[in-house]
């Protein structure tokens, strides 16, 4: 039985910081498919970052503040959110790609249920 299990979102004023953690079960984990994916009310679900066999990716818009981490854990990975912004608000998704771009929702088969992040 697979599980993406997300925790850590919570309300936060402009300017702060949250960690979402994100533990995997179920499948054959692999460290470079894992991303963290957002959605916004009436916006299109959006990649935020992803780990990969090389350097960790980023969407432009989160760049120099969000940090996408293994955990020292297995099958844990980790997204440090830092100087929040209004608009990072919206429900964050850890997810799991069975290959292709990492920014394509569509090349993830696996998915967590989702934690709110609010930022005022």
């Known amino acids: 039985h697979v599980q993406l299990v997300e925790s850590g979102g919570g309300s936060v004023q402009a300017g702060g910081s949250l960690r979402l953690s994100c533990a995997a079960s179920g499948y054959t984990y692999n460290r470079n498919c894992m991303a963290w994916f957002r959605q916004a009310p009436g916006k299109e679900r959006e990649g935020v970052a992803a780990l990969s066999r090389y350097s960790p990716t980023y969407a432009d818009s989160v760049k120099g503040r969000f940090t996408i981490s293994q955990g020292n854990a297995k099958n844990t990975v980790y997204l440090q959110m830092n100087s929040l912004k209004p608009e990072d608000t919206a429900m964050y998704y850890c997810?799991?790609?069975?290959?292709?771009?990492?920014?394509?929702?569509?090349?993830?088969?696996?998915w967590g249920q989702g934690t709110q992040v609010t930022v005022s």
């Open positions: 997810a799991a790609k069975r290959g292709g771009a990492w920014s394509d929702a569509r090349n993830y088969n696996y």
